[in-house]
Nanobody, 124 residues
Framework: QVQLVESGGGLVQAGGSLRLSCAAS????????MGWFRQAPGKEREFVAA????????RYADSVKGRFTISRDNAKNTVYLQMNSLKPEDTAVYYC?????????????????WGQGTQVTVSS
């Protein structure tokens, strides 16, 4: 079992920044890839970013490329999502997820464990 807890969400003005954190426990953190997804009201959950077990490979949705950065600290069992130049369309609940296959997938069904989510609201 893996437990994931997100933090760092909040209300920010357009153009601002937030850093989300996801703390993991339960199994060896470096044994699984991690991903961030988001879900806006009335929309399906969508992929945001993923990072490999070691952190050496990352993957981003086109909508956030160049603005968001995913990283991980295996010593702290934590994955981060640095979000810059935020836009109102980034407003959503953000979820972190763990994938034991470790292949940086961009679809939610590949991920076995999920956090409870943290709300990000970007005002215009």
């Amino acid at each position: 079992q893996v437990q994931l807890v997100e933090s760092g969400g909040g209300l920010v003005q357009a153009g601002g920044s937030l850093r989300l954190s996801c703390a993991a426990s339960g199994r060896t953190f470096s044994s699984y890839a991690m991903g961030w997804f988001r879900q806006a009201p009335g929309k399906e959950r969508e992929f945001v970013a993923a990072i490999s077990r070691s952190g050496g490979r990352t993957r981003y949705a086109d909508s956030v490329k160049g603005r968001f950065t995913i990283s991980r600290d295996n010593a702290k069992n934590t994955v981060y999502l640095q979000m810059n130049s935020l836009k109102p369309e980034d407003t959503a609940v953000y979820y972190c997820a763990a994938d034991f296959d470790g292949a940086n997938k961009d679809y939610s069904s590949a991920y076995e464990y999920w956090g409870q989510g943290t709300q990000v609201t970007v005002s215009s």
